[in-house]
């Protein structure tokens, strides 16, 4: 893996191109593709077609594809092409940052690794063997993750110590391992909210020779799913800061999760260059339809279209007017209500279809702005939509059951 | 000339088998031309399960199939009118079937009961006392606006016997001059009505030539698939196709069995609708000629081979069985990528008998296609029995064969 920073500034974070592998170059700040079961959620290859043509790069996550370890061993082509995409790179990570990660199962040797048939608790040895199979281009070091905004001293502490253990495991492995020789491995950075440990585990980190990783994974955090869309910026980012200062410059930073627009552009102007899009994903499965705007006009702009919203049942307009993705060319609200009420599987399909697009339209913004040392006027406009106050950008699980009474009742009427 | 002008259905036969009973038609709707024999994918809520139009018009499916009943009820006819009928509200622009709703509420509904003013059935909302008469099933089909619509029949259990048949019977042909009466889009819409009439060769033939008598554009064989023997159903819908007139496009209804098909374009069917392909694909099952593959089968876990190496859908040139296997069930992705192999499989077979039909060999395609479908397994009596009828003989099954020599 290849990077190359373009331009950094002060106020606006960095421009870079990444190369994976053989792969064309990618620009960051990047945004990964989220799946699950190695799939984009909701979305064929066929489909994902028609919502970019452009070059992705898959985040695939172990406790959603544990159970393809075998078959993959077996699979003499790209851990890609066996999802489905020959043409894109690949990112292992442990977990999956659409999905609250159970806490607890840690242990001094062990990782737990939450899977659809439970709990594996995942060795250092057991973890390189299941990433060998999988042959990623990119994969992450293990690390004990369970820490959070509430982690107490010792918690934290903890979690730093035992990273160390099994990143040595990790490097010497990676050095080792055949099927690993072409992977690039991410050096995860522990230590939750406490400058102390995160320094710790930097260091760790930067004592091994030149070479034994290509990047930094951001861990501890937040431990995924939509509490991660309620993490406090004035907790997170003085953290963040003083751990960017101590990692050398040359090397691309990645922080998973579905963190909110306003949280990632903060993170971007503190030099983070990798993100995911798990943010679109909780937003469509709790039928929530991206409508923030990220290209400065003087409107009043809301953070979603609440789809289940009985106020546009019969509102034949796009979810997002002017919108050019293919949910919004060609399907109204209505129709989109209408799915949801009947619990079809093509609702999610659009809402993905357009949540995507419009975060990667906000991706090719931000690069943008960043271009021109703007990212603080799309950062201030992002935040306020042109509103009296800050839009409030979490993301509240949907707990509406579709029951009969929400049923229309033209049928009845035809028939009274 | 304005388009309001030509008929909302015209029907030409473009090829006959020279043996059988097949034919091959071009169908032409307000909204599409339909090549027949044609099957037809059942979007009941006016979506196909996990498929975008888009995809569906990809792998040239003319014509979908949507439930009145469900659209009745959700988005219900007012929503379904103020966004301009069901074509615009989901966005599918070829052409759409609708059934009657009689059959859905008589299957889904307990309480359902048929009387001659209509069906009464105890609303799913509180419980009160509806009705669906063949007045608000065309006033509901109206609103949804499709190409052809059917007719309120009085649906009957298929094992049911008796007079009760004859009633079922006598009732749909009275209901068809009100669902006539009542139809306020003929220059837009064709309705079809229904041959009922059981198991009973007499009562189909009554049936068939009364509602021949009718002003209509196409008939539909309903009753049927329903449980019945095979052999009886064969034979109804031989009778049916015998004395159906050979201008105006035949529709069965329900059936979507490849080898079913195959046995039902040889007596002379031309439209076919059934659920089982989308359904199949829920369950991790894709359709390949010798029938299903149960995808969550251990064996397939490795097997890097696409479902079938000559489909050429989406779903068989990006993903292997090993990873159908892994996903199939669990991955919401999986339905879509089944349901697209799935709906592939049953318009590619569609569109080889048409093709065998125009150049004059389907008998053969007939054959090939059973000892595909039944490789070492005898072929039921049925199928030998029904294609016999219309002069196609299949070869003796490999054990027969071996027992008349030895």
Request: aromatic content about 8%; overall charge neutral.
């Amino acid at each position: 893996m290849k990077f190359i920073i373009k331009s950094i500034s002060k106020n606006s974070g960095r421009l870079g191109q990444l190369r994976i592998k053989d792969s064309k170059e990618l620009q960051t700040p990047l945004l990964l593709q989220t799946t699950k079961g190695g799939s984009i959620p909701y979305l064929s290859a066929d489909v994902f077609g028609m919502v970019t043509q452009e070059q992705q790069v898959l985040q695939l996550t172990l406790c959603t594809m544990d159970q393809m370890a075998e078959s993959l061993a077996q699979w003499n082509r790209s851990l890609g092409a066996y999802v489905g995409y020959p043409e894109y790179n690949t990112l292992l990570l442990l977990r999956d940052p659409c999905e609250a990660t159970p806490t607890g199962g840690n242990d001094r040797d062990v990782v737990p690794l939450f899977t659809r048939r439970g709990k594996e608790s995942l060795t250092a040895e057991r973890y390189l063997q299941l990433v060998s199979s999988f042959a990623p281009d990119v994969y992450q070091g293990l690390c004990d993750a369970d820490t959070n905004p509430e982690s107490t001293k010792k918690r934290v502490q903890k979690s730093v110590d035992r990273t160390e253990r099994f990143m040595e495991h990790c490097y010497k492995q990676h050095r080792e391992l055949d099927r690993l020789k072409d992977s690039t491995l991410l050096a995860p950075i522990v230590g939750g909210y406490n400058t102390y440990a995160r320094t710790q585990s930097i260091k760790h980190a930067r004592e091994q020779p030149k070479g034994s990783y290509g990047g930094y994974i951001f861990e501890g955090f937040h431990t995924n799913g939509l509490p991660a869309t309620r993490l406090s910026p004035s907790q997170l980012l003085p953290i963040v800061e003083h751990c960017v200062q101590q990692i050398e410059e040359e090397l691309p930073r990645l922080m998973p999760g579905p963190l909110t627009p306003v949280l990632m552009l903060e993170l971007i102007r503190l030099g983070i260059d990798i993100f995911d899009t798990s943010y679109a994903y909780c937003a469509a499965v709790n039928y929530k339809a991206l409508t923030f705007s990220y290209t400065i006009d003087k409107e009043e702009h809301s953070a979603f279209l609440d789809v289940t919203d009985e106020a546009i049942r019969e509102e034949f307009k796009p979810m997002l007017e002017g919108c050019k993705c293919l949910a919004c060319q060609k399907h109204t609200r209505a129709y989109v209500h209408h799915l949801y009420k009947t619990n079809e599987l093509l609702g999610p399909i659009l809402l993905m279809i357009h949540n995507l697009h419009h975060y990667m339209g906000f991706f090719d913004v931000i690069r943008q702005s960043i271009a021109m040392d703007q990212l603080s006027l799309l950062l201030d406009y992002v935040r306020r939509q042109n509103m009296p106050n800050d839009v409030n950008y979490c993301i509240e699980p949907n707990t509406k059951v579709v029951g009969k009474a929400a049923m229309g009742k033209g049928f009845i009427t035809a028939a009274n | 000339m304005s388009s309001s002008k030509l008929p909302p259905l015209t029907y030409k036969v473009v090829a006959e088998c020279s043996v059988s009973k097949a034919r091959a038609g071009l169908m032409t709707l307000r909204h599409s031309e339909v090549r027949t024999p044609v099957f037809m994918p059942v979007g009941t809520q006016g979506t196909m399960k996990g498929i975008l139009p888009d995809q569906l018009i990809e792998l040239d499916c003319q014509i979908l199939l949507g439930n009145t009943y469900h659209l009745g009820l959700r988005p219900g006819i007012e929503t379904l009118q103020k966004a301009g009928g069901l074509h615009k509200f989901m966005s599918w622009p070829r052409a759409i079937l609708t059934d009657s709703g009689g059959f859905q509420m008589v299957s889904l509904l307990q309480l359902a009961e048929i009387d001659e003013h209509g069906v009464n059935f105890r609303s799913p909302f509180d419980n009160s006392e509806c009705m669906l008469t063949p007045e608000h099933s065309m006033q509901i089909q109206n609103a949804i606006g499709a190409d052809i619509m059917m007719q309120l029949d009085d649906v009957v259990k298929t094992t049911t016997t008796g007079p009760r048949v004859e009633e079922a019977m006598e009732r749909t042909i009275r209901w068809v001059d009100r669902c006539i009466k009542a139809h306020t889009r003929d220059d837009e819409q064709s309705l079809f009505p229904i041959v009922q009439g059981g198991l009973e060769i007499p009562l189909r033939e009554r049936c068939v030539s009364a509602l021949m008598e009718r002003q209509v554009r196409g008939f539909a064989v309903g009753g049927l698939s329903g449980g019945e023997s095979k052999h009886d159903f064969w034979r109804m819908v031989h009778v049916c196709t015998d004395h159906l007139p050979r201008d105006k496009p035949r529709y069965l209804m329900g059936v979507g069995f490849a080898a079913d098909l195959v046995v039902c374009v040889a007596l002379g069917i031309d439209m076919f609708d059934c659920v089982f392909p989308t359904r199949t694909a829920r369950f991790g099952c894709a359709l390949v000629d010798s029938g299903q593959m149960n995808l969550k089968q251990q064996k397939y876990k490795h097997d890097m081979e696409p479902i079938d190496k000559q489909c050429n859908c989406n779903t068989c040139k990006r993903y292997t069985r090993s990873y159908l296997h892994h996903i199939a069930t669990n991955e919401s992705v999986s339905c879509s990528l089944l349901s697209v192999h799935n709906v592939a499989y049953q318009l590619r077979l569609m569109r080889s008998m048409r093709e065998a039909v125009q150049a004059d060999a389907f008998p053969q395609f007939v054959k090939n296609f059973m000892a595909r479908h039944f490789g070492s397994e005898p072929i039921p009596s049925w199928i030998r029995e029904a294609l016999a009828a219309v002069n196609i003989e299949l070869p003796p099954d490999a054990q027969e064969e071996q027992a008349v020599n030895s």
